[in-house]
């Protein structure tokens, strides 16, 4: 088992930054990709940014390139989010995940953090 926790969610308007970070602890040897989603009020959750075990690939959903980054330190089991240029759009539950390489069905290990609600005032 993996347990991940959020954490830098808050309030910022709209043109504003915040880093978004997960702390991964348990099975943490596992060399699992991680990455985010969210979900906005009233929506489905969606994918945002992934980042492979050893952080060579990357891959971003549509509303987050050009805007966010994900970077992960594997010797402190964390992975964040810069967001920069945040949109009122952004709004949402961002939730930090270990085992999915993207927006695709996944059968496989698949851990979630509780997540961490972000709110971009316009």
């Known amino acids: 088992q993996v347990q991940l926790v959020e954490s830098g969610g808050g309030l910022v308007q709209a043109g504003g930054s915040l880093r978004l970070s997960c702390t991964a602890s348990?099975?943490?040897?596992?060399?699992?990709?991680m990455g985010w989603f969210r979900q906005p009020p009233g929506k489905e959750r969606e994918f945002v940014a992934t980042i492979s075990w050893s952080g060579a690939s990357t891959r971003y959903g549509d509303a987050a390139k050009g805007r966010f980054t994900v970077f992960r330190d594997n010797a402190k089991n964390t992975v964040h989010l810069q967001m920069n240029s945040l949109k009122p759009e952004d709004t949402a539950v961002y939730y930090c995940?270990?085992?999915?390489?993207?927006?695709?069905?996944?059968?496989?290990?698949?851990?979630w953090g509780k997540g961490t609600l972000v709110t971009v005032s316009s």
């Open positions: 995940n270990a085992g999915r390489n993207g927006p695709e069905a996944y059968a496989g290990p698949d851990y």
């Open positions: 348990g099975r943490t040897f596992t060399p699992l990709p």
